[in-house]
């Protein structure tokens, strides 16, 4: 090693860089791969347009990989180890766009709010540190919590399926059934030419789904985390490292045993495909939405402004004001170009940094070897179609530990907040969760509300969000305090 260059900015064998920009592209592939395939279903998206989420995916993580870590002109790019993934704080907005507007209609909303957001980060991205004092660790591990929760719905009805089908709004539109209700009149006057309404037609779903909860489904999934957990277990090192990824190969393999799984799409798919933008839809801005995808912005870049202090120590390479800017401006482009490319908002993925701690390797030029890797992945559209062959009970079983493990980091963040001198902190905690399980547990609460605010208010991390920030507004006021958002960052990246 050169000892007049710093570890971070070291230039390492190209072998050596390979390996460890797999290492690190493996440990981060089934959480990449998680959110296109959440969506993409709860969009009711065809096979072949979910594949192509999955290759787009991939290839806007490598790319905005390579500017966060390689750094792009004196705005971009904070130049540390930084992989980039899709944040699963975004999840919970996007399938409720997608429940209440399935299909293309919501994938051009959820598109052009991405692209609204993405904006807003950009121009904001300076000021994002001034607000920290708003987002200490009580607040920041409270949402954590909430969006690993709030995702665990996902994850089993992955297991169980839908009791019902096929899928529908579970709020109806006042427009949809004002349609209907007129269509009902016409059809009903004498002399109508219209054909009468079927018997029992409705806005909601009401055909039973014979194949929810099959135990073959159920067995595959429970062997799925069954392998998670005894490699998680019994493997050492990098095999421990990406225990999920395994288990998801057995369960694939295990699937395709069982007549579950075959490769009929992937043997249609290209070899080779670029990944233009607006293949899927033609964005929509709809600025209530591009409000609440911007809220969740703003948690993930206080939560990427913690990593990012704790990765400069890890390093040993300080991060001052300026490239703590340049950082968050990065998260900011990242999820503009996942709107124009129609993936979604882009952040650091904790995991990543946690494995610069296990390895030692600090060189950022290994996880711009990562991001060519994951661009390269992307432009391979039999990757995309064989990923979305696998059922959905194999990522069912991945995805009880992967969402799991959100709800963990913000556990772990809450185990550094001071409970026992500050009896406030309980409350704010136990109040904001609580809110933000309301659409969760009563999907129906808003069915009185004007319709309009719909999409703010069914998203218990927005509201749980609200909660928080007030809620420790009044209790312990605006206190900046970046020693404890640091100490945070790294319980939210220890392993």
Known sequence: MNPTVHPVDERLPLNRLTALGLQHVLVMYAGAIAVPLIVGRALNLAPDQVAMLISADLFCCGLVTIIQALGLTPWFGIRLPVMMGVTFASVGPMVAIASSHPGQEGAQLIFGSIIGAGLVSILIAPVVSRLLRFFPPVVTGTLITVIGVSLMRVGINWIFGNPVGPTAPTVIDPNHAAWLAAIG???????????????????????????????????????????????????????????????????????????????????????????????????????????????????????????????????????????LTRGLRTDGLGTLIGGLFNTFPYTSFSQNVGLVAVTGVRSRFVC?????????????????????????????????????????????????????????????????????????????????????????????????????????????GARHDEAAITAAARQADAH
């Open 368 to 476: 711009v070897a990562g991001g060519a890797i994951l661009i390269v992945l992307g432009l391979l559209p039999k990757m995309a179609a064989l990923v979305e062959s696998l059922p959905t009970v194999v990522l069912g079983g991945a995805g009880l530990v992967m969402f799991g493990m959100v709800a963990t980091t913000g556990i772990r963040i809450l185990g550094g907040v001071d409970f026992k001198n500050n009896r406030f902190n309980a409350l704010i905690v136990a109040i904001s969760v609580g809110i933000g399980m309301i659409p969760l547990m009563a999907p129906n609460f808003r069915q009185w509300m004007p319709h309009a605010i719909h999409p703010l208010i069914e998203s218990g991390i927005l509201l749980s969000t609200i909660a928080a920030v007030l809620l420790n507004l009044f209790f312990n």
């Open 185 to 323: 009149k016409l059809s009903a006057a004498p002399g109508s030419a219209l054909p009468a309404l079927p018997k029992g037609l409705a806005l909601l779903p009401s055909m039973p789904n014979p194949k929810y909860a099959d135990l073959m489904g159920v067995g595959v999934a429970a062997l799925v985390l069954a392998s998670i957990l005894l490699i998680a277990k019994y493997a050492k090192g990098f095999a421990a490292n990406i225990s999920v990824l395994l288990g998801i190969i057995i369960g694939g393999v295990v699937s395709v045993a069982l007549g579950m799984m075959n490769f009929d799409k992937v043997g249609k798919a290209a070899w080779f495909d670029l990944v233009l933008p607006f293949e899927i839809a033609t964005p929509v801005f709809d600025p209530l939405l591009i409000f609440t995808m911007t809220v969740v912005m703003l948690v993930v870049m206080i939560e990427s402004t913690g990593m990012f202090l704790a990765l400069g120590e890890m390093t040993e390479k300080p991060v001052d004001r300026q490239a």
